[in-house]
């Protein structure tokens, strides 16, 4: 995002199985740092339909987290989102 909050850039990072899906924190700053990005959203879907964070996807935002305070950029949220448009927002829900 712009210092504005306006989104620059977009990136797919992974796709997962129907219920399973593996991202490495790196994918996440490799794409935020190539492109010099100090704030950052990441969001997935859960095709279930079941919006509330599991514990891996805790666990993922929490290292992001981790990683965006080391290299002084900001993580705004963690947004899950389903088909449904139904979306629970993990800042919102104080989980980072």
Known sequence: LSTAHNIEYIE?????TLNKNSLDPVEVFNFAVAKKCKKIIICHNHPSG????????????QL??????????????HIIISDDKEYTSMKTEKLF
Do not use: F, V
Request: net charge negative.
């Open 50 to 61: 079941n919006i509330t964070p599991s514990k891996d996807d805790i666990a993922l935002t």
């Open 12 to 16: 797919l990072l992974t796709i997962g």
């Open 64 to 77: 992001i987290q981790a990683g965006a305070t080391t290299l002084k950029s900001e993580l705004l949220d």
